[in-house]
């Protein structure tokens, strides 16, 4: 088993659409959790972090269940410019180590 | 602020040769990352130091792979010999000293090897 999953993807959708990608993780000691976006051919760049409450970043939104080990991203309202590779990334514990997961592509269309 | 500086940004070899990378980290991070991202996949760490030691390597192949940050700052990453299965880009990221706490990490464009 991966230590991160993630959908598949690809997600087409169009303008304004509202899209959610969902990540699962093996590691239930992990304690930080983020989302990274990598646009083609680009390095990653953190979107946001994940917290236990949950948290929104304009558009965005993301969800943490512990019990379950499963991280989600919501985007409303996608735009064009939404159009990325969405990294779903898990602390593996001690000094700072990242495990990431495959990556869910978002393709926006007009 | 200057970003993670890495050169070169591209490199195409024959299988058997050696290749090199250099990595130059955002000023004042004391943590350095190489990743290896296969095509289709996530970055996978291959080493992290902190400040100029190792601490952690376990998914490096050591065989081929070595790296070393001199003086805590630039790092070079070496593969000797290359194999086609190493066609990858190879990113380098860093982010502030840490101590069981997550940092964001910085990465910097990375370089794409070609093994032929």
């Known amino acids: 088993r991966k230590e991160v999953e993630q959908d598949p993807g690809p997600f087409n959708v169009p303008e304004g659409a509202t899209v959610a990608f969902n990540c699962t993780y093996s590691?239930?000691?992990?304690?930080?959790f983020f989302w990274y976006r990598q646009d083609c051919r680009k390095e990653p760049k953190l979107l946001m972090s994940?917290?236990?409450s949950g948290n929104e970043d304009g558009r965005f939104t993301a969800q943490l269940n512990r019990a379950s080990q499963y991280i989600s991203l919501l985007i409303r309202d996608s735009k064009l410019s939404d159009s990325a590779t969405y990294l779903c990334?898990?602390?593996?514990?001690?000094?700072?180590?990242?495990?990431f997961g495959a990556g869910t592509r978002l393709a926006v269309h007009p | 602020e200057a970003g993670v500086a890495q050169s070169p940004r591209y490199k195409i070899i024959e299988k058997r040769q050696s290749v090199a990378f250099w990595c130059n980290p955002i000023?004042?991070?004391?943590?350095l990352y190489w990743y290896q991202q296969i095509l289709g996949q996530g970055p996978k760490l291959l080493i992290q130091?902190?400040?100029?030691?190792?601490?952690?390597d376990s998914q490096l192949p050591k065989d081929r792979f070595s790296a070393e940050r001199l003086k805590g700052v630039d790092s070079t990453l070496k593969i000797q010999p290359a194999k086609l299965e190493d066609s990858a880009v190879y990113l380098c990221a860093s982010s502030p000293l840490s101590r069981r706490q997550a940092y964001e990490q910085y990465f910097g464009p990375g370089t794409r090897l070609t093994v032929t």
């Open positions: 990334v898990v602390n593996a514990g001690g000094y700072n180590k990242l495990i």
């Open positions: 000023s004042g991070h004391a943590t």
């Open positions: 590691n239930s000691a992990s304690q930080s």
């Open positions: 130091f902190q400040n100029n030691g190792v601490v952690d």
């Open positions: 994940v917290y236990s």
